[in-house]
């Protein structure tokens, strides 16, 4: 069992940043890879950025734009995301997630584990 909790969200300006942490406990962490997805209102579920568990690689989704950055800190438990010039189309709720799939992936029914998510809304 694992247990996720997401933090970090809030009511900003377009052009800011926000980071999210996800604090993970239960089962070993690092076992897992971690994903971010977020869902606006009336949208599917998106896929945004993924970390693996055994070297630490990254994927990213383009809707991006190379404005977002994962890590993940094995001694904290706690996987983050940087998003750096939010703009009106980031607002959504955003959620992290586990899975124990082979490799990333943008499936999200491949992820087994979610936080409860944290709310973004960026005003233009």
């Known amino acids: 069992q694992v247990q996720l909790v997401e933090s970090g969200g809030g009511s900003v300006q377009a052009g800011d940043s926000l980071r999210l942490s996800c604090a993970g406990s239960?089962?070993?962490?690092?076992?897992?890879?971690m994903a971010w997805f977020r869902q606006a209102p009336g949208k599917e579920r998106e896929a945004l950025s993924c970390i693996s568990s055994s070297e630490g690689s990254t994927i990213y989704a383009p809707s991006t734009k190379g404005r977002f950055a994962i890590w993940r800190d094995g001694t904290k438990n706690t996987l983050y995301l940087q998003m750096n010039s939010l703009n009106f189309e980031d607002t959504a709720v955003y959620y992290c997630?586990?899975?124990?799939?082979?490799?990333?992936?943008?499936?999200?029914?491949?992820?087994?584990?979610w936080g409860q998510g944290t709310q973004v809304t960026v005003s233009s």
């Open positions: 997630a586990t899975s124990l799939a082979s490799k990333c992936t943008s499936d999200n029914s491949k992820y087994n584990y």
């Open positions: 239960g089962r070993a962490f690092t076992h897992y890879n």
